[in-house]
T-cell receptor, first 112, second 114 residues
Framework: DQQVKQNSPSLSVQEGRISILNCDYT??????FLWYKKYPAEGPTFLIS?????DKNEDGRFTVFLNKSAKHLSLHIVPSQPGDSAVYFC???????????FGTGTSLTVIP | DAGITQSPRHKVTETGTPVTLRCHQT?????MYWYRQDPGHGLRLIHY???????DKGEVSDGYSVSRSKTEDFLLTLESATSSQTSVYFC?????????????FGNGTRLTVT
């Protein structure tokens, strides 16, 4: 049973616009959330994370928002660039931190 | 980039043969993980290790075993490969056991079982 869900398999955005990627989770014990970016034939690369004590974390063009009551997080990329075209995975872990659970990924295409 | 090397990068093997994948890290991180990536499933945890000789199962551990005799090496063994184990396998490391410590991944091993 998928504990972390990314319901949009793909997303296309114009260069310069905002990209919003969404993620939902079911386990209320999750307290640490991450986003990864993956290019073909490479391993996932860590982008940004957020702890459950926060509702927003920002790093340059990337911002992650966490809505604990809705068990929902989102990644905003502003402005989007063609190099952002990749598959994005969200992930979550609980307080033990021993296991990370990943979503199925969203393929982002930024159109020049 | 985190110093993680996976070998081999590609492997084709026949059903029923044993296969061992190797992950080597130069970061001296305590935690190491094996994930598999399949279409429609994302990344799923196979096994992880929280120290030398300390390992535990993940969500898809059936048909796999692991060993960690040194901090830097984490081996994944398929005792008798099946076609359902055709996948891309990723090793990951973490210095803090995951809590507020992100995973860093290797570049993967593409395994094909014919």
């Amino acid at each position: 049973d998928q504990q972390v869900k990314q319901n949009s398999p793909s997303l296309s955005v114009q260069e310069g616009r905002i990209s919003i990627l969404n993620c939902d989770y079911t386990n209320s014990m999750f307290d640490y959330f991450l986003w990864y970016k993956k290019y073909p034939a490479e391993g996932p690369t860590f982008l940004i994370s957020i702890s459950s004590i926060k509702d927003k974390n920002e790093d340059g063009r990337f911002t992650v928002f966490l809505n604990k009551s809705a068990k929902h997080l989102s990644l905003h990329i502003v402005p989007s660039q063609p190099g952002d075209s990749a598959v994005y995975f969200c992930a979550a872990s609980d307080h033990t931190g021993n296991q990370f659970y990943f979503g199925t990924g969203t393929s982002l295409t930024v159109i020049p | 980039d985190a110093g993680i090397t996976q070998s081999p990068r590609h492997k084709v093997t026949e059903t029923g043969t044993p296969v061992t994948l190797r992950c080597h890290q130069t970061e001296n991180h305590r935690y190491m993980y094996w994930y598999r990536q399949d279409p429609g499933h994302g990344l799923r945890l196979i096994h992880y290790s929280y120290g030398v000789k300390d390992t535990d199962k993940g969500e898809v551990s059936d048909g796999y075993s692991v060993s960690r005799s040194k901090t830097e090496d984490f081996l994944l063994t398929l005792e008798s490969a099946t076609s359902s184990q055709t996948s891309v396998y990723f090793c990951a490391i973490s210095d803090g056991g995951g809590h507020n410590s992100p995973l860093h991944f290797g570049n993967g091993t593409r395994l094909t079982v014919t």
